[in-house]
């Protein structure tokens, strides 16, 4: 069909669907298909917290090693940026946290927001490569996937400060004197102006972009659903967690991939080889947070526990220390979207 000819796929269309676009919805037919238990199970058990936070977001981070720390060429080419980074990253990080602990955790949470949002503007504009737009059509495309991300996380900001957090309990700021009324209605009108846009531009190039479409309209759902309607952590965490982690390491294969100028397929020695490191860095790394700081999985870490908490000063070195890897990630992540070299 030419409507859907042609289409920016990156490398294999199949696989891409599996692991790009159908993160972000994946989520949200598991809660259409069991309401029950996620209505009464809103708290992130020992299972969920192995699956959702150790096995897809802090394995995620260390994602970020394949491409730019284990590749000698490209690790050469960046090297003084590979190895500044994450010193100025700990010193400021343990200047904040010396300051105050919360400052540290709000800093991190908003520079995490941040880095979340900029991963779906990254691939809607990976997937928007090839497709010949005016600059109003590309201003459009960018408004409304910063709409999709931005208008959950201000709603937040004005009525689930409470009932939500990033990573510790008041890291956003509350903003609960704010209207959300215009916040609503500019909302629902981006959506509606995209809308109108991608019909008109499908009619006049008789084409449809897919993918990209796909992680706009999937955008849209996940945020909306994960913290809009989230009725529980669990909620947010699944929906947040998949809808980021699993496409990043899809994308981080896939440059590997067009770096060794390979197909794009997984064999079960590379994939098992690729995820078993991921998890051990992350397990080691969630180990040592339970086991100096947070004291709260020991079912998951049943070793030291008997260890105490640092005294305060060490912890304000500890914590910047262990958030080393997320902090070094987020910051390396807007090399990420940069394909057109030595992927190609």
Same mark, same amino acid.
């Given at each position: 069909?030419?409507?859907?000819?042609?289409?920016?796929?990156?490398r294999?269309?199949?696989?891409?669907?599996?692991?790009?676009?159908?993160?972000p919805?994946?989520?949200?037919?598991?809660?259409?298909?069991?309401?029950?238990?996620?209505?009464?199970?809103?708290?992130?058990?020992?299972?969920?917290?192995?699956?959702?936070?150790m096995?897809?977001?802090?394995?995620?981070?260390?994602?970020?090693?394949f491409?730019?720390?284990?590749?000698?060429?490209? =690790? #050469?080419?960046?090297?003084?940026?590979?190895?500044?980074?994450?010193?100025a990253?700990?010193?400021?990080?343990?200047?904040?946290?010396?300051?105050?602990?919360?400052?540290?955790?709000?800093?991190?949470?908003?520079?995490?927001?941040?880095?979340?949002?900029?991963?779906?503007?990254?691939?809607?504009?990976?997937?928007?490569?090839? *497709?010949?737009?005016? +600059? +109003?059509?590309?201003t459009i495309? $960018?408004?409304?996937?910063?709409? +999709?991300?931005?208008?959950?996380?201000?709603?937040?900001?004005?009525?689930?400060t409470?009932?939500?957090?990033?990573?510790?309990?008041?890291d956003?700021?509350?903003?609960? =004197?704010?209207?959300?009324?215009?916040f609503?209605?500019?909302?629902?009108?981006?959506?509606?102006?995209?809308?109108?846009?991608?019909?008109?531009?499908?009619?006049i190039?008789?084409?449809?972009?897919?993918?990209?479409?796909?992680?706009?309209?999937?955008?849209?759902?996940?945020w909306?659903?994960?913290?809009?309607?989230?009725?529980?952590?669990?909620?947010?965490?699944?929906?947040?967690?998949?809808?980021?982690?699993?496409?990043?390491?899809?994308?981080?294969?896939?440059?590997?991939?067009?770096?060794?100028?390979?197909?794009?397929?997984?064999?079960?020695? &590379?994939?098992?080889?690729?995820?078993? *490191?991921?998890? +051990?860095?992350?397990?080691?790394? &969630?180990g040592?947070? #339970?086991?100096?700081?947070?004291? #709260?999985?020991?079912?998951?870490?049943?070793?030291?526990?008997?260890?105490?908490?640092?005294?305060?000063?060490?912890?304000?070195?500890? *914590?910047?220390?262990?958030?080393?890897?997320?902090?070094?990630?987020?910051?390396?992540?807007g =090399?990420?979207?940069?394909? $057109?070299?030595?992927?190609?």
């Amino acid at each position: 069909m030419k409507l859907l000819a042609n289409q920016p796929w990156l490398r294999n269309p199949s696989l891409e669907t599996f692991l790009i676009l159908l993160p972000p919805v994946a989520p949200i037919f598991l809660l259409l298909a069991f309401p029950d238990y996620f209505h009464t199970h809103g708290f992130v058990s020992n299972g969920w917290w192995v699956v959702l936070v150790m096995g897809i977001d802090v394995s995620h981070v260390y994602s970020t090693t394949f491409r730019f720390y284990w590749e000698p060429q490209l =690790f #050469d080419r960046y090297k003084r940026h590979l190895i500044i980074i994450p010193i100025a990253a700990f010193l400021m990080g343990w200047l904040l946290h010396s300051i105050d602990a919360l400052v540290f955790w709000r800093v991190m949470a908003y520079v995490a927001v941040f880095h979340f949002i900029r991963q779906q503007y990254g691939f809607m504009r990976l997937y928007s490569r090839k *497709v010949k737009a005016t +600059a +109003a059509e590309r201003t459009i495309d $960018s408004v409304a996937i910063y709409t +999709a991300t931005i208008y959950p996380i201000v709603y937040w900001h004005i009525h689930k400060t409470g009932d939500l957090n990033w990573f510790v309990e008041g890291d956003f700021i509350n903003l609960a =004197f704010l209207n959300s009324a215009v916040f609503d209605y500019a909302y629902f009108a981006v959506i509606v102006v995209y809308l109108v846009k991608e019909i008109r531009a499908t009619w006049i190039n008789k084409s449809f972009n897919i993918p990209k479409n796909a992680i706009v309209v999937g955008t849209f759902l996940s945020w909306y659903v994960g913290i809009v309607l989230a009725e529980n952590d669990l909620t947010f965490t699944m929906l947040n967690v998949v809808a980021h982690g699993v496409p990043y390491m899809a994308l981080i294969w896939i440059y590997g991939a067009k770096s060794r100028k390979t197909n794009w397929n997984f064999p079960l020695k &590379e994939i098992a080889f690729f995820l078993i *490191v991921l998890l +051990a860095f992350a397990y080691l790394e &969630e180990g040592i947070w #339970d086991i100096l700081i947070w004291k #709260d999985h020991p079912e998951v870490f049943p070793f030291l526990h008997d260890i105490p908490r640092p005294d305060l000063w060490l912890v304000s070195i500890v *914590v910047p220390l262990l958030s080393l890897p997320q902090i070094t990630h987020y910051v390396l992540d807007g =090399f990420i979207w940069k394909l $057109s070299g030595p992927a190609r």
